[in-house]
DNA sequence: ATTGGTATGTTATAATATAACAAAAAGAGG
DNA sequence: CCTCTTTTTGTTATATTATAACATACCAAT
């Protein structure tokens, strides 16, 4: 899964700050630290995985980065449909799928369980089946998850001498 | 939403003796005793709710459970697909799926954010649809999780003044 | 400048889950 | 029945994930 890194975070950040200028949300340098640390890998990070990565960013810093301070951002750019939750791992990674500016999308994550890359994609039909399914008994849809968890192209191949 | 209820715990514990035997697992009592709180109602309740219905049933006995006990029972009583975990906020419930004695199905959880009442279904058509997505960027599937967060019928029954 | 909303810093603690090890109980084989 | 092995349970402690509560700082619009 090659691809350009560098301009991909580079689109993400330019739609980032879009966004909250379009939805009047502040997108501060806390929450843009944040998004940047998991922008730089596709990968789901715990809190305190990202907590600590912000330590390390803020070490000149004359505080230290608390727990409340990464929920906070998270919640923030949870909000706003740039970061997405794995709910089955409690970590998160930022939203890579190309979308308008109206932001949030129903995201379909394939979790491998080897390198913990996150491979996201969009998930429209078959969310329509779901609401076509819940409207049958009268349910009315507010949040949607689908998670898919197994191991991606790469990490078989690297494990296939297990199976030989 | 009306339905036998106890003539479907009835059938539910049936079938969780019978799986049990037919892999040559144990469902002992204290297993069973989680299994039957998560029977009791078509509710999601989180661990250490199931540790203080436990504690209570358990008052003459000479020792108070323990979270183990209860993570204990819930990892058995998941590996043997009798019961299903709701990521998406870290609580269990009994499966109400007629199902085969092999037993383990994919899951659809309609979760009602107000009651906390499950809906659930099978997933077999989204699940087929899943598997062919994932194959196409060579990932392999392990396991799918799909929720459906949002209000019951009944809930929005309850609350529609809300809305005139 | 004052004020009202938003964001941050800080401390403490709640809620969820597991590690580690000892003791007891249950099945398997003689 | 007895012994060995495996599985289950009891117990204590602790790890991990997340939030409450309150004080302070910032920012933007009058």
């Known amino acids: 899964m090659s691809h350009n890194h560098k301009k991909c975070i580079k689109t993400s950040l ?8 379009d939805k ?19 990968k789901a990070l715990g ?3 990202i907590l600590e990565r912000l330590r390390d960013m803020n070490l ?19 909000e706003m449909g740039l970061v997405h939750k794995v709910e089955s791992q409690n970590s ?16 379909q994550a394939f979790i491998c369980e080897s390198c913990g890359a996150v491979e996201e994609k ?16 009268g349910f009315e849809v507010n ?9 991606c192209a790469n990490c078989q191949k690297q494990n296939e001498f297990f199976y030989e």
Chains 1, 2 share one sequence.
């Open 143 to 151: 949040q949607v998850i689908m998670e898919c968890r197994g191991f």
């Open 14 to 21: 330019e739609f980032a700050h879009k966004v909250s200028q």
């Open 92 to 107: 998160y990674y930022a939203c890579m799928i190309e979308r308008s500016a109206d932001g949030v999308h129903i995201a």
């Open 122 to 137: 969009t998930a429209e039909a078959s969310v329509k089946k779901l609401y076509e399914k819940a409207a049958t008994f």
């Open 60 to 78: 000149a810093s004359q505080t230290t980065p608390q727990p409340p301070t990464v929920y906070r951002a998270l919640d923030f750019l949870l």
């Open 47 to 49: 809190a305190y995985e």
């Open 24 to 42: 009047a949300m502040r997108l501060t340098p806390q929450r843009l630290q944040v998004l940047k640390i998991l922008l730089d890998d596709h």
